[in-house]
């Protein structure tokens, strides 16, 4: 009976939690609220991380940047603000669902709340990807901590790190204890229908491996890249620069493994290069060029 009790407060909390404000209906352009949470004190980081994961479940909460492409619908709901004197302090969006949802944290009193969304779609046209003019360490790599002159380091994992060059940035991740790659070796023998199936198996493999790196690098950054952090995941947007799957179907017909694949690679109209690259044994790198 006490365990009961216990999960009809806990239910009855979350439903509080999850209720709309009360009055007209809450919308900004296409978007409506659909929750919202609120501290008579600012939050603190577990406390806010805690309530985005409670929110977005397995998915993955990405942080919107202000210098970046805007998305109609989320301007939308952002615009009013901005222009306001209650500004946003941050704002994150999922995608992991029906509907993308955002996430925004504004000051309330002497305290937060936190604002969800319910977005129709992100919405804003493909743009060409570039690199901002000024790339600031301490605004770049605000969640990394410095190890040497020119090394940093992750704040919350230790094997994420970026290198700074005179003429751009590497970042590397290593996965340690993940099963290598397993080569085909006989896949210019096998049947068309065997072959497609080879090669879808590689490609979700790269795709799985592609998000990873979004994660680990762009996700870790702040004002590096033009595009938002979803933006990567779009095939009008990355499609151009992804590997193709004629490039995958070569590398599997030798059955030997190169030392990196590219799974990204963009030049930007400045001349700047743009590569994610994976050696398929744990082991992946983004590298920026200028």
């Not at 222009?83 to 305290?111: Q, S, Y």
């Not at 779609?121 to 060409?128: G, I, N, R, T």
């Amino acid at each position: 009976m006490k365990h009961f009790k216990f999960f009809a407060v806990l239910l009855m909390s979350a439903v509080c939690l999850w209720a709309a404000p009360k009055g007209k209906p809450y919308t900004a352009g296409s978007a409506k609220v659909v929750g919202a949470v609120e501290s008579k004190k600012p939050f603190s980081g577990e406390r806010l991380f805690a309530t985005l994961d409670s929110v977005g479940g397995t998915g993955t909460w990405m942080e919107w940047d202000v210098n970046g492409v805007k998305d109609p619908s989320l301007m939308g709901v952002l615009e009013p603000m901005l222009k306001g004197t209650n500004k946003p302090e941050m704002v994150w969006v999922i995608t992991e669902r029906a509907k993308p949802l955002a996430a925004v944290l504004l000051p309330k009193g002497n305290g937060e709340t936190i604002l969800f969304y319910e977005l129709q779609s992100l919405d804003a046209k493909p743009e060409p990807l570039a690199i901002n003019p000024v790339l600031r360490p301490d605004v770049v790599l605000r969640d990394y901590r410095q190890i040497s002159e020119t090394e940093y380091a992750h704040r919350d994992k230790d094997n994420l790190k970026v290198k700074l060059l005179p003429s751009g940035m590497i970042f590397s991740y290593d996965k340690k204890g993940d099963e290598p790659l397993y080569m085909v070796k006989d896949y210019a023998s096998r049947t068309l229908d065997e072959k497609a199936s080879i090669l879808t198996d590689y490609e979700d493999y790269f795709k799985y491996e592609y998000s990873l790196m979004l994660r680990a690098f762009v996700q870790s950054v702040r004002g590096v890249f033009n595009w938002q952090p979803w933006h990567w995941y779009m095939p009008a947007w990355n499609s151009k620069w992804m590997l193709k799957r004629s490039e995958l179907e070569a590398i599997l017909v030798r059955g030997v493994a190169p030392s990196f694949f590219k799974l990204f690679k963009a030049t930007t109209a400045a001349g700047e290069t743009i590569e994610f690259r994976t050696n398929g044994n744990g082991y992946s790198e983004l590298e920026i060029r200028r």
